[in-house]
């Protein structure tokens, strides 16, 4: 059999396992599988990829890595083409059913989920095709495929997130943060190109020249506008080696002053900052890890790199940049093992302007210990606001070094438990929002519409506008809990 044989037969046996169900009934709402088709139905699709009903299937996809909000949806696609997804949003805006695509489910409050809707799994749209200064990415591509593919040849993308399991098209309607954020901007800021399914199940393509409305909306547009269904991100030269600077700091404050200084002169290419317990688990003490990269015989000078610096510790390594880019792995793996990656994850990230950083984390981190946070990472990234170029991805304006703050802790997997820290989460965020924060939208916590309208301000009347653009019938994305289900769209919103 020839190879175009084999996998044309692989397709209609795929075909084959997606008739159990052939289409929906619109009048009880429910799928309608082979043997009942003499019921009145609004018939599937022809597809290439799979839509999946049973009961695994739509456990899975109606969780996500906060593990505590379940949403269950009544199918799960796995597209075998872009085409898929089309028809598919097609189909779900004539049964008025919500749908959204997920990554991997790394949000933490059910921001991949869809109640009684579909979920388009992406993790079967996920080739990486390399150019001299670009990649073409599917939208289910982890970073770690991506970088499977780019290093190599030597490129890698300039922004990437620090846990690289997670999905090209989740960062994109995210933002997108890491260590080079303060030099490259956010991930979004790193797109030239995308290819989308808007709600009206057109598929178009944008670019900052080209359906510039649409780009602008999808960056960092909590997936309320389209699918991203293909992007062609920007890649740069890799060096092979990174040194990684260790840096201690016996405060917040002493932190934040290098910190400033590191993010506007951007000697290195990394920064990272993490607050440390104490033995007795108060928070206080904070390491940077700052990172310069480079090639072989060319090695930075550490007089040069800590000129200036006020740190009270340090220790200096050498690592391959494969290696640095995977350095989680170890500490997942670990995570995994012990069970901890089970556990409810109630994560807390907000981003705040360098004016009232400080006050901030000390008011937030005065009410935890280490113990609640079950050992949780605190984590302080310097940003630039000149860096961060996406309208829809909101940052404090008010001064041109932010910061990214999150609280990552593993709660007991007790309701009580959970409830607490998303109600600490919501009380952090309103009073972060008082100091001029934005929230990082990747976490947990409760928002009412009058907080969406204040994320948003003052970009709101955009937002609607895009979304009555876009998705005028309010099918996309319903998890992020923007626009309320059951009416579209309207000017009064
Ligand atoms: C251990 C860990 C470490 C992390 N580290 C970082 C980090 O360093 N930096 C950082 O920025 N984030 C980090 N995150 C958070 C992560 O970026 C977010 O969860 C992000 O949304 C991507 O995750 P995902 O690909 O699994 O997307 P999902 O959680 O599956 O989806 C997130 C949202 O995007 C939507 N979406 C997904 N794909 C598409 C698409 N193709 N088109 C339109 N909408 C889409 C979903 O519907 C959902 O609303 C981390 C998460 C974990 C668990």
């Not at 310097?382 to 309208?391: D, E, T």
Request: glycine share 10%.
């Amino acid at each position: 059999m020839t190879k175009e044989a084999t996998v044309a037969r692989r397709r209609i046996l795929q075909g084959i396992a997606a008739v159990a169900v052939v289409g929906f009934d619109p009048v009880r709402r429910t799928w309608v599988t082979d043997a009942e088709a003499s019921r009145p139905l609004s018939r599937l699709p022809r597809l290439d990829g799979q839509l999946l009903t049973d009961p695994g299937s739509l456990a899975a996809a109606g969780q996500d890595f906060g593990r505590y909000i379940q949403r269950r949806p009544i199918a799960v696609l796995k597209p075998g083409s872009i085409n898929d997804v089309v028809e598919m949003v097609r189909y779900a805006k004539q049964q008025r059913l919500r749908i959204a695509m997920r990554g991997q489910g790394h949000t933490t409050h059910g921001q991949a989920q869809v109640e009684a809707g579909i979920v388009i799994d992406s993790s079967t749209l996920a080739s990486v095709q390399v150019n001299a200064s670009d990649a073409v990415v599917g939208p289910g591509a982890t970073w770690r495929q991506v970088l499977a593919a780019t290093l190599p040849r030597n490129l890698t993308p300039p922004t990437l997130p620090n846990f690289i399991d997670i999905t090209v098209g989740g960062n994109i309607a995210g933002g997108g943060i890491g260590g080079a954020a303060h030099r490259h901007g956010a991930v979004v800021d790193n797109v030239l190109e995308l290819e989308v399914v808007t709600g009206h199940g057109q598929l178009r393509k944008c670019s900052a020249t080209q359906n510039a409305a649409l780009f602008n909306a999808v960056l960092g547009g909590l997936g309320q506008f389209g699918i991203v269904v293909r992007a062609r991100i920007k890649l740069l030269p890799a060096r092979q080696l990174a040194r990684l600077y260790i840096l201690q700091y016996p405060d917040v404050g002493a932190f934040l002053d290098d910190a400033r200084v590191l993010a506007l002169d951007e000697r290195f290419d990394h920064l990272e900052g993490q607050v440390n317990a104490d033995g007795t688990g108060q928070y206080g003490t904070v390491t940077m890890f700052a990172v310069k990269y480079y090639n072989p015989g060319a090695p930075p000078s550490n007089a040069t790199q800590l000129a200036g610096l006020d740190h009270v510790g340090q220790e200096i390594q050498d690592l391959p940049y494969a290696a640095f880019v995977h350095r989680l792995d170890p500490i997942i793996d670990m995570l995994k093992m012990v069970g901890a990656w089970a556990l409810p994850h109630p994560w807390f990230d907000i981003f705040m302007p360098e004016s009232t950083v400080e006050t901030f984390v000390a008011e937030t981190l005065a009410t935890v210990t280490a113990e609640d946070t079950g050992n949780g990472n605190v984590l302080l990234y310097p940003l630039r606001r000149s860096k961060f170029k996406r309208p829809l991805l909101r940052v404090p304006q008010q001064t041109e070094v932010f910061y990214l703050y999150d609280v990552l802790p593993f709660s007991a997997p007790v309701p009580a438990a959970v409830n607490q820290w998303v109600a600490r989460n919501t009380a952090w965020l309103n009073r972060g929002r008082d100091l001029g924060g934005k929230r990082y939208n990747i976490g947990s916590a409760n928002l009412t519409r009058q907080d969406w309208r204040k994320y948003f301000s003052p970009v709101w009347p955009a937002v609607l506008l895009a979304k009555l653009a876009f998705d005028p019938t309010n099918i996309l994305t319903p998890g992020q809990g923007i626009f309320p289900w059951g009416r579209p769209v309207d000017c009064d919103d």
